[in-house]
Nanobody, 119 residues
């Protein structure tokens, strides 16, 4: 079993910055991909950013140039640096990981952390 624990969500003013963290723990061989999704009220969950074990990244168009995803593989941790935050970035942010075991790759989700951008 694998657990993902997020932290860093908060209330911030428009134009401000936040840094989210997600730590993976449990039994696995490696983490193939880690990323962040978000879900705003009344909307579907959407990909924000992801980073593979080969360091390829993928960003939603709405956050390109403002958000940066990074990983510390030694600590099984993924970060999301969010700058120039806008009210439309308000959502619950979920950590996602594709974890490799001996036999299969499994997908896991964190419990979510609330980000609110408001004056």
């Amino acid at each position: 079993q694998v657990q993902l624990v997020e932290s860093g969500g908060d209330l911030v003013q428009p134009g401000g910055s936040l840094r989210l963290s997600c730590v993976a723990s449990g039994t696995f061989l490696s983490i193939n991909k880690m990323g962040w999704y978000r879900q705003a009220p009344g909307k579907q969950r959407e990909l924000v950013a992801s980073r593979s074990s080969s360091d390829s990244t993928n960003y939603a168009d709405s956050v390109k140039g403002r958000f940066t995803i990074s990983r510390d593989n030694a600590k099984n941790t993924v970060y999301l640096q969010m700058n120039s935050l806008k009210p439309e970035d308000t959502a619950v942010y979920y950590c996602n990981a594709i974890v490799q075991t001996i036999s299969y790759a499994y997908e896991y989700w964190g419990q979510g952390t609330q980000v609110t951008v408001s004056s």
